[in-house]
């Protein structure tokens, strides 16, 4: 089980702009898992910014590290009752429960 540390946004669409998948890594390892849905709570949140609406192919991501436990157990609490799963980037892994790969 890997300790959730890091969350980003990428685009690895490119007839799509603006960030299209999510991605969470864990502490101390250098594999992405990439979202199997983009949140709709993201997406609301990025509207019409910059970002979005611009060529970028990623937005700076999350080091959760920075974040208190509180923030941290609450952004993982949200991606499980979501049902959100995710698998390794690059990977033709099936996609698994996040609970079953992250802790907060």
Same mark, same amino acid.
């Given at each position: 089980?890997?300790?959730?540390? /890091? ?6 669409? $490119?007839? %799509?702009?603006?960030? &299209? ?11 992405? /898992? &990439? ?6 709570? &993201?997406?609301? +949140?990025?509207? $019409?910014?910059?970002?979005? +609406?611009?060529?970028? %192919? ?11 436990? #509180?923030? %941290? #157990?609450?952004? /993982?609490?949200?991606? =499980?009752?979501?049902? /959100?799963? =995710?698998?390794?980037?690059? #990977?033709?892994? #099936? ?5 079953? =790969?992250? =802790?907060?």
């Amino acid at each position: 089980m890997l300790q959730l540390d /890091y969350i980003g946004l990428l685009n690895t669409d $490119h007839r %799509r702009k603006g960030p &299209v998948q999510m991605f969470l890594q864990g502490r101390e390892s250098h594999t992405r /898992y &990439v979202l199997d849905t983009l949140p709709s709570w &993201v997406a609301d +949140m990025l509207g $019409h910014t910059p970002e979005s +609406m611009g060529e970028r %192919r990623s937005i700076s991501g999350a080091n959760l590290a920075l974040c208190n436990q #509180e923030t %941290r #157990e609450a952004l /993982y609490r949200a991606l =499980v009752e979501g049902g /959100y799963q =995710v698998r390794p980037i690059g #990977e033709g892994a #099936e996609y698994r429960e996040i609970s079953q =790969v992250f =802790v907060p």
